[in-house]
Antibody
Framework: QVQLVESGGGVVQPGRSLRLSCAASGFTFSSYGMIWVRQAPGKGLEWVAIIWYDGSNKYYAESVKGRFTISRDNSKNTLYLQMNSLRAEDTAIYYC???????????????WGRGTLVTVSS | QSVLTQPPSVSAAPGQKVTISCSGSSSNIGINYVSWYQQLPGTAPKLLIYENNKRPSGIPDRFSGSKSGTSATLGITGLQTGDEADYYCGTWDTSLSVVIFGGGTKLTVL
């Protein structure tokens, strides 16, 4: 079955760290770029980070740059998001998705996971 | 405030047609492809349109996309109550090197 399953969310105190995982199955994970997108409660979609199919390139939203790190392990078919120095404004559902298209000009995101909720609160 | 501007809400009666606009600039929509996503209540986003006007397999032809200059439009015909959802446009901003989404449009089928 073709799917993405996120895990690792939970309640964490401000300033602490959390690592999210996104497990892929049913397709050739190593052939696709991957993206993390988040959605704060009642708000719209916000791009977080993107990584090339081989991990060679990564881009980050300004709001998380220097605090979050996207990575992947193609041998485990898994995408990660290491989140450090968490803030209340990082509270959101975090979705992973596959990236299609040869470069940024063409990118679109066609397979999404169900998301994992991260709550940053003391 | 999103770089891409969408109307917060639109509404129409069942069976009617609705359009949702997405306004950007010369560094994003003006030179890059646009995609559209549907998010039903309590669920993850779903790809509706990619490369401005292409539909993935399984998306009915009631959904269409177009682009002109620095704006894009999603059209939905034959509205059904099941189409009630939030709709987002997305693209790449070449100047900022970031993925951007519109603020989302809530569709109500009256």
């Amino acid at each position: 079955q073709v799917q993405l399953v996120e895990s690792g969310g939970g309640v964490v105190q401000p300033g602490r760290s959390l690592r999210l995982s996104c497990a892929a199955s049913g397709f050739t994970f190593s052939s696709y770029g991957m993206i993390w997108v988040r959605q704060a409660p009642g708000k719209g979609l916000e791009w977080v980070a993107i990584i090339w199919y081989d991990g060679s390139n990564k881009y980050y939203a300004e709001s998380v740059k220097g605090r979050f790190t996207i990575s992947r392990d193609n041998s485990k078919n898994t995408l990660y998001l290491q989140m450090n120095s968490l803030r209340a404004e990082d509270t959101a559902i975090y979705y992973c998705a596959t990236v299609r298209g040869p470069n940024g000009s063409y990118w679109y995101f066609d397979l999404w996971g169900r998301g994992t909720l991260v709550t940053v609160s003391s | 405030q999103s770089v891409l501007t969408q109307p917060p809400s639109v509404s129409a009666a069942p069976g009617q047609k609705v359009t949702i606009s997405c306004s950007g600039s010369s560094s994003n929509i003006g030179i890059n492809y646009v995609s559209w996503y549907q998010q039903l209540p309590g669920t993850a986003p779903k790809l509706l349109i990619y490369e401005n006007n292409k539909r993935p397999s399984g998306i009915p032809d009631r959904f269409s996309g177009s682009k002109s200059g620095t704006s894009a439009t999603l059209g939905i015909t034959g509205l059904q109550t099941g189409d009630e959802a939030d709709y987002y446009c997305g693209t790449w901003d070449t100047s900022l090197s970031v993925v951007i989404f519109g603020g989302g449009t809530k569709l109500t089928v009256l």
